[in-house]
């Protein structure tokens, strides 16, 4: 941690310009569209100002804050909760097909919603889900290029480090978050560039042996992941649909490509906490059967578990898996963040929903029936979920029927 | 002011009440979309509650900060400053046509612009009115209940109070909006009752003389206004195309109506500082023939009025003419607050640009074939420029031919 009372500037300034030039790759004339919470401000003024230098038409911030937040759970009438700012999102999904980017930054209190009425918060979701469909699909299918980064916000702090004062914890996530996002060494841009090198080398591996499953065994879990038909492994930079070069999460550690939305069976238990919308999941343990889970359970957050599981269709059957070794810097820091961004870069997961129909073989995009028949999973969440540890040996079975070992003990095998 | 070292929370409380129940009326299943500063998150936390209390469906807030604002005009390359965003603006629009509500808080600093290149601040606002010009229009043409409150915003404070510290400056200011905005009253929304009704005396006397000139004399002005065709005097609290009754402007001191764009002639001069997004204009002289300026010049900002005045066809006729007495509390309050919310209810006015198509006979809602049939002025600017002083006489010309005095030496005649 540093031994000044306020966040290093020159650390904020270089998260912006990685932001910008690594995580967006964001190109001259790009608008650019940015969600953060208030909180977030000084990263918020550097992304802007730095954006501008790279030539941005125009900048626009969302901005949040958990006290309006929270406002709409106490004093909303019960209606509230079926509506969502639909203009709002529709207005995004048209940017998106101009060509805009799209920038997040998380930092607020991963369980801001979880003394509100469970209810209230389910409904609320999916009214805002199915508002974001649209803008979330061009997401997902990778139009356009998009970057998440995180800023050490109070709330979120205090979560992560319970027991020391407040500065001190905000300094202490700050300097966690820099050192994840490789901000804290001379020249982040390069030490990117190396980081991609590394997950590209994986990446080739995988697609080379074209695994039909995946086998994952250990504690709790004895799961076979079906892949889906032509998926590809992706990870680190990628190649958005319109031709820019993004790394779309600052950390990021993971490779994930696409699993057959039918063909996943056996058991499966979580190896770290879920932070869902403000909401805590933990101790989740799952039976599938022909790619759809028929048995949940969950010792804490069990009904938002069972919400999540109901929103739709697809939001049994899993739209992304992908691997993490046990070894990766967010695993060995030792904390947990209750942050997705971070803690599935500490672990092999999953993610329920919603897959990437950019994880397929071939440059073209792929029309949804396509992607349906290759097995790719269609909903309107996708909620990653962590289900690898050191104790988690995962193996490869090619279209031969050769077992080839990926994961002993949490660490890639060939490695 | 106060003499505690932060703005009475109490007070804050009692703007967002009226801001809500009176300002804009709201009611139960309605959204509602507030525009305001990173500054004044206090009150917009506040109107939030209430608004949700009042049974809101969603309330989103679109934030704002000056050093992001600033960051485009430093940084950005030539091409951004003819763009917009389009997308926001068209949301904001279709929100409108679903009976959402819009609030509006003001409270940055007036001059945030001043040092900008004025090319460039006069082409980002050109590219801005364009992008917001279906969104301005459902206002103006008053198809939803909408009200614009302030906040005494630091920057906003020092322009108004510049030779005392920071803190004091605010408390000022805050007292200066809270006294103007009669929420320093036991009972605000009774006090606003109130002032609805003395204002509501003054419009039906206008609206039984049907004026058809109003002619402005005193030093440096001798004007004559044709009123349009069928214009309707209105002020204070009136009813929105949506049945909603709503008082758009807190403080809101002014009578006012459609000029004749074709009808005005003379010459005119400001009485007070005109702030315009950012940038002053002062000391404004400006001659009108047939109802256009055919000259003009100003003391300080002349290159922005010039812009301004080129920004489209109907920027260069009035689109409304409102009066203000000498005596209103803002004007005795002896402040300039170089922003027009407050600077406009301390003087009679005119505004450059668009006309409110509300204030014509008959509760239809016009056509702009009517409207600008019956002399109603259509423009994407609509910027509010005053001329009144204690040293103006107001005469209404009616259709005999008969002067009636309305003003002397700035204040009613007939009171």
Redesign the interface.
Known sequence: MSDKNQIDASKIDKLAILAVKVGLGLK??Q?LIITAP?ES?PL??KI??HA??E?????????S?P??TL??F????D??FN???D??Y???G??FD?N?ARLAIAGDDPQLLSEMDPDKVSRANKANAIAYKPARERITRFDINWNIVSWPGKAWAKRVFPNIPDEEAILNLADAIFDASRVSVDDPIKAWDDHNKTLRLRTDWLNKNNFQYLKYTGPGTNLKIGLADQHEWMGGASVAQNGITCNPNIPSEEVFTTPHAYRVDGHVSSTKPLSYQGSLIDEIQVVFKDGKIIESKAAKGSEILEKVLNSDEGARRIGEVALVPNSSPISQSGLIFFNTLFDENAASHIALGQCYSKCFKGDANLSKEEISKNGGNSSMIHIDWMIGSKEIDVDGINFNGDVIPVFRKGEWANS
């Open positions: 001259k004339g608008n208030i401000l918020v003024r802007t100002k501008y230098k030539g941005a038409g125009i900048v626009t911030t969302l901005f804050d006290d309006i406002s709409r106490k004093y909303a009438d209606d509230s509506v969502a700012a203009w709002l529709k207005g995004m048209e940017a101009n805009s």
